[in-house]
């Protein structure tokens, strides 16, 4: 009895097992313009994550598709909890980003909007680094409003390296501590010595988008950024005639982003296990993941599913639209 109990005591590891495959389409929810139905389906890819037990432990010993990590390198400082809060942002941030990706693939207006650029992230070694605070907001450059992160970016495009600039500031949020304004001079970024770097990483504070009508991506309770792809191709085919996958079953992961460049996830290895039980005849993943884990996959998926690495959104509707999409109907 004691032997068979402690097979069951939790242990400091966590498991990566296959998950399953989801349509995108049907998860798109649109609102007061013309969507449409496919055949085939779009299949964005999950990986089912597991506190381990010695009795797990032993099953992954003998099954391939099975990872394991141990807890300290999967979680943050915050354990689990912070790790959900984290994958969740991500998620939020890769539906924002397909939508936003989807309309302008196909033609309709989409507007980046905010309450300016927010600063994630101090660079060291910059001037910034001693005037302004992880966290907070830049409203305006020499006096120029700034409303998202493209604002701050083309601000700063125009200041040569060694100037100084004037920065309107505040607190996180609406209803953050009063603005000031601080003056900064500008470093030189090696990767682009055509202009001044302020030395921030900055997102868009509040941001959201205008859209000429309502579009909501159902992501249930999956978490993290490899859905990417897959959601920004499942809006796509919803909004316009035709079908991507051409009646079949088409799995597809990957993270997106502003550029559309497709980037690197995790588990492709659990993806695959899921895309072939669903039915699926064709795998689309990024074009950056390592040779050793490709392989892995074809080992997985054997002859009979088409494999196509992709770095590009346009390089997948290359391979789903050769032809190119049909036109989108005309907004009312």
Known sequence: MLVAAMLFIPLPFVLFE??????????????????????GAILFLTVSEERATMATLLRSWIDDTIDVQDEDVVYPPGGRDADLAINQARMDESKYLATSLAFKAVGYPVIEVGSGA???????????AAVLKQGEVITSVDGAPVRTRSDLTTALRAKPIGQTVALGVRG???????????????????????????????TTAERDLDLPFPIEIDSGAVTGPSAGLAFTLGVIDRLTPGDLAGGRKIAVTGTIDEEGR????????????????????????????????????????????????????KGALAILAPHGLEPAPPLT
């Not at 209803?175 to 921030?200: C, W, Y």
């Not at 993943?285 to 770095?311: F, N």
């Open 118 to 128: 927010f600063i994630e992230q101090l660079l060291p070694g910059y001037p910034a």
């Open 262 to 313: 497709v980037g690197p996830i995790g588990g492709i290895a659990q993806k695959a296990v899921a895309l072939k039980d669903e039915g699926a005849v064709m795998f689309l993943y990024p074009a950056d993941t390592p040779a050793k884990e490709v392989a892995r996959v074809k080992r997985i998926l054997g002859t009979g599913i088409e494999l196509h690495p992709v770095s590009t959104l």
């Open 18 to 39: 296959p998950g399953n495959a989801r349509s995108t389409q049907s998860r798109v929810d649109v609102t007061g313009h013309q969507a449409f139905d496919s055949k």
């Open 172 to 202: 996180r949020g609406k209803k953050g501590p009063a603005g000031r304004t601080v003056s900064v001079e500008l470093g030189r970024n090696p990767k682009d010595e055509s202009h001044g770097f302020l030395g921030i990483l900055p």
